[in-house]
Antibody, heavy 126, light 107 residues
């Protein structure tokens, strides 16, 4: 059974830093890309960052570029998000999500976020 | 960045009725659209990927259709557990984007 468990959220002051972790189990972690997605209170879903299985491909949303760093440790089956220079607008529940991305010879590419963790709340406030 | 517009924002229906949710894209997505269900206090759950493929364990009453810029999620006969917020997502190009959501509420 695929499981993703986030941790590391909490209350931090504006300008502060926080490191989120996502512990993965039930699948070959090193084979799959991973994402961070956030959801501000009462709002919709916003993709934050992506990292490929080998860490060779990394993407960020413009809203966090230069402040957040995604990384992974395949030996520990863990995904991370280092968040620096935090702002009030970064307040959200942060989810890690596995990236489904494969090619079916008959029907083409299949892409989605197929498994999600339960989320960890980050509150940026003084 | 591709913008997804979902309609309606809120849909009020009764159990047993048919629900039709729409997602329109600002540019063609081929079939790289997914649909998610989110209940209060829970993480999103993948329902449909590649526009029309049901994810593992998703009941057959959920179906997806569309291509290009117009996509639809249909729930053929609503069960009480189906009342939730539904999001479409595009995976055609980076960054992946989500629609603003459709809240399906009990009438």
């Amino acid at each position: 059974e695929v499981q993703l468990v986030e941790s590391g959220g909490g209350l931090v002051q504006p300008g502060g830093s926080l490191r989120l972790s996502c512990a993965a189990s039930g699948f070959t972690f090193s084979s799959d890309g991973m994402n961070w997605v956030r959801q501000a209170p009462g709002r919709g879903l916003e993709w934050v960052s992506y990292i490929s299985g080998s860490s060779t491909i990394i993407y960020y949303a413009d809203s966090v570029k230069g402040r957040f760093t995604i990384s992974r440790d395949n030996a520990k089956n863990s995904l991370y998000l280092q968040m620096n220079s935090l702002r009030a607008e970064d307040t959200a529940v942060y989810y890690c999500a596995r990236d489904l991305d494969y090619y079916d010879v008959l029907t083409g590419y299949k892409r989605a976020f197929d498994y999600w963790g339960q989320g960890t709340l980050v509150t940026v406030s003084s | 960045e591709i913008v997804l517009t979902q309609s309606p924002a809120t849909l009020s229906l009764s159990p047993g009725e048919r629900a039709t949710l729409s997602c329109r894209a600002s540019q063609s997505l081929s079939s790289y659209v997914a649909w998610y269900q989110q209940k209060p206090g829970q993480a999103p759950r993948l329902l449909i990927y590649a526009a029309s493929n049901r994810a593992t364990g998703v009941p057959a009453r959920f179906s997806g259709s569309g291509s290009g810029t117009d996509f639809t999620l249909t729930i053929s006969s609503l069960e009480p557990e189906d009342f939730a917020v539904y999001y479409c997502q595009q995976r055609s190009s980076w960054p992946p984007t989500f629609g603003q959501g459709t809240k399906l509420e009990i009438k």
